[in-house]
Every structure is written in C-alpha cells, then in structure tokens.
C-alpha cells in the first residue's frame, strides 16, 4: 500500500503548505482500532427546529425549514421526496458535511450547529459510513485499495488496512474482485466496494444517497439486500435516500419530505431497532411507537404515502 500511503502524505504536504487553518485539517490520526465512545443512551439524531437556507439569484430559499425529528441508534430510515425537497440537504446534515441555518442539530448528544469544521471533520471520519449514487471510487485503485482510504486518516496501520478492507469485502461478496479497478466491475459490484469502504472503519450510521439509482432492478434489490443485512446483522443505524417506493417499503420508518418540511412520518411492517446487546449478540427491539404512527402524522400503520 505505499502507493496510497505517498498519495495521503502528499495531499497532507499540499493542505500544509497551502496556509489554511486547523479548521479544515483532516481528522488527527488515532490509535489503531480506537472509535469515538457510543452514547449508551439518548438518541443517535435529534433535529429541533432545523433550517438551511441557501441564496439563489439573490432571494433565501429554506432547503430545510422547521424540521423536528429524532432518530434512534439501530433504525432504518427511508427519507423520500420529490426534487428540491431538502432529502439531500437533510443527509448532509446528519453527516456533518454542513450546518443549519438555525436550529439545534444533535448527534449522540453532541450539538454539531455549534462546531468548527475541524470537529465536523472529526464527526465524518469516525461516526459517519457515507455510500452515494456515483459510487465516488477512485478510478486507479483497486477495490481494496479504495476501501482501504476510509481508514488512512484514522492512522491505521498498513497492514491492518490490508486485512480490515479485505474482510470488509468478503462481507459485502466481493473478495474475488479485490484486485480489479472499478472500470472492471459492474456497477453493482462498483457499489458493493462503495458499502465496504463506507462500513470498514465501523461507523455509528451509515447515510446512502440514492444508493440504487443508477442500478437496473436485480441489482437494486441485491444492493438493498446488503444494505438491510448491515442493518440487521451489526445493528447499524441505516438512513436511506430514495425516490424508490420499491426500496421504501422495505424499511421500517417512512420519513416524506415537501418544501423542506417533514409532511408524513410514519412506522410501517411492524418492525422497530436493531441493537447490539452486551455479548456482542444483535437484537430486535420494536420500540414503543412501532405499532403506531408518530403523532405529528395521522397516515395509519403500514400505509404508503402516494
């Protein structure tokens, strides 16, 4: 890996030299293996009154306007919405990648409204598995070596690198193709690296942007089907984008959003968290408003919005 190893300590010489400020260093190596400590309780988000505006052509436009809302540490969440809805604007929140406007916005207890971009930073690299639509694979590495990136600002070991992408390849079935560049993979396989290097530093939550939407049918449902299995399996907090209702229907929670604002919200198939016990065991735990609709909804149990 020292040709990953020259490309990270040049873009590191190049930020250095370029004068800007601590705040938009990249997250500080930690000691192999180390995470941030998981909250033991209290919700993995909670939203109170988030906006973000935006200036286009010289008028405010609210991307997100009001939105209140709490996610828990093991649900699966599908956010779905037509074009210019907030979805997207929503995902960047929670992962930190942007501020609100106004508003408090809160991961495991931490208010990320208040930190400089160097905390967020901070936030993305060890709480936060982003998987996109585009894949977003560095064209001349391997499929090993584009998962190994997610863990070279973590001050990873090479040889630890090495044997956690591996194994986070053999989770999502490709350790056939770890040594093929993504030009050789189909698109699906494409995206199946995409979920390894997303899952091998272990993130609290993994946020996925239209995850399917440059996929045909068959694999959709095969990428979903990894997807879901990191949910269940490892009891990872998963939170979905889609247009999709086919996807949609498929998740426990249905979040709709219009005009930036959350206009449904509600459970559907019965289901609730995934958690990971003490013994390291994951287990289902259907929360106390899974039978029910939350109340800022009136859309009954199991019914899709149109």
Known sequence: MKRLDIEIEEARTALAQSGLTDEWSLPQPVHAGSAAP????????RLDAVQKLFTRR???VAALDGVDLTIENGEFVIVMGSTGSGKSTLLMLLGALDRPSAGTLSCEGQDLSRLGESGLCAVRGRLVGFVFQSFNLIPTLTALENVETAL???GVSAGERRERALAALADVGLSQRAGHVPGELSGGEQQRVAIARALVKDPHVLLADEPTGNLDEKTRDDIVGVLESV???????LIVVTHDSS???RAPR???LHEGRV????RQNGAGVVSRAADGSVVATPPAAATAVLEEAGTPVGAMAP
């Not at 998981?38 to 988000?45: E, H, I, K, N, V």
């Not at 206009?263 to 509600?266: D, G, L, N, Y």
């Open 152 to 154: 070279v600002p973590l």
């Open 247 to 249: 996807v949609a229907a």
């Open 231 to 237: 949910w269940r399996e490892r009891g990872k907090t």
């Open 58 to 60: 010289g008028a405010r």
């Open 38 to 45: 998981r909250s033991a309780a209290g919700p993995l988000y």
């Open 254 to 256: 249905l979040i709709r």
């Open 263 to 266: 206009v449904e919200h509600v």
